[in-house]
């Protein structure tokens, strides 16, 4: 799950930094792919909050699936019931491949990681790393760059060889 920002500007901060990074980890792991033994391949993915039964998934799905073809009236009564169930957010994975195994790493996860001071997938709160900021309030990009070089390259170091 996305971190919680709590104010404004690291609000602000977070938009600056996120899509760049995401370029940035998405290139960085084609350098790696294509040096390396693993294959790779993106997927969308739903991200249920935790703790969301399977039970509740597909209840979730199904509601979704009827508002598409659902009277005006059945829509609203859909969206009330559905205001008061955990909604998955949208996510992007990379499954990586080879003789067998598979790895799925989640990439917005990657650019929390990277965008965040000392992230985990366990904090409910978030710092925004502003070294990634220059003094103009632009994105650094030297900074971004080797932030991302490193953080992609722990991911492929830390796969079984």
């Excluded at 597909?58 to 829509?75: C, Y």
């Excluded at 955990?86 to 965008?115: F, K, T």
Aim: proline share 6%; with cysteine.
């Amino acid at each position: 799950m996305p971190p919680k920002i709590n104010n404004s500007v690291a609000w602000q901060q977070a938009e600056l930094l996120m899509q760049p990074a995401f370029i940035r980890v998405v290139d960085n792991i084609r350098k790696h792919l294509d040096v390396s033994p693993w294959t790779g391949t993106y997927h969308d993915v739903l991200v249920w909050p935790a703790g969301t039964t399977e039970e509740t998934k597909a209840i979730v799905t199904e509601l979704l699936q009827e508002m598409e073809t659902a009277t005006p009236d059945r829509g609203d009564v859909i969206r009330e019931y559905l205001a008061r169930m955990p909604m998955p957010h949208p996510g992007y994975h990379l499954r990586l491949q080879r003789q067998g195994q598979e790895v799925s790493i989640d990439l917005w996860e990657l650019c929390y990681q990277i965008c965040f001071l000392n992230y985990t997938p366990e904090q409910e709160v978030a710092d925004i790393d502003t070294s990634l900021i220059d003094e103009r309030g632009e994105v650094d990009w030297l900074r971004l760059e080797a932030k991302t070089k490193e953080t992609v390259g722990e991911v492929f170091a830390n796969l079984s060889a």
